[in-house]
């Protein structure tokens, strides 16, 4: 497990923007990438998040000190040690404000929306403050650049018929991006996660 990084230690490596998420297992994502094929070679203009980093946020907690992670990892481990994995899976397409493109989130969406809340009571338990947000479950695929907000529409069209395999979450992940650290693109980590073990 690798700790925020390097350079200048004051900026950069003094805070860290975190979240707590979910993350689909590959297969599912293989069959979502698979249909979002054609969208890839007619949109490469969209901003395309890496397949790798595809998650569903349960709680973002925005620039964090980077001492503030350590508190988050027992509490963040004893609450997945208490739950069962959820069933889930990835349908249909849709975007906000035609900025951004998303696929949604169909199954156990209520227990999707009480792990949530047990995640946020946790990070509030820990003293670190966020803003908070209703929870609305989805698996962010895209950003239009700011000439072109038209693909965004006409790629959440597209995917409308979209339904795919369901899938057990098998962990819970705590991750941290070098979000607005340049101009690279946004890449995600994880910091730790923890796998769903109650019976």
Known sequence: MTEPAGGDTHAESATVRVFIA??????????????LGPAYDTYPRMRWNRIEDWHITLAFLGELPVAAVPLLRPPLARLA????????????GGHFD?????????????GLQELAAEVRTVVRECGITFQERPLRPHLTLARARRDDPASVVEVAAQLAGFTGRRWRTERLHLVGSNFGRG?????????????????
Do not use: C, M, N, Q
């Open 22 to 35: 979910l993350a689909p297992p590959d297969e599912a994502k293989d069959e979502l990438a698979h249909a």
């Open 98 to 110: 035609e900025r951004v493109l998303w696929s949604g989130i169909d199954g156990d969406v209520e």
């Open 81 to 92: 040690a208490t739950r069962r994995p959820l069933e889930l899976g990835l349908v249909g």
């Open 183 to 199: 101009p690279a693109p946004i890449r995600y980590r994880d910091i730790e996660a923890w796998p769903f073990d109650a019976p």
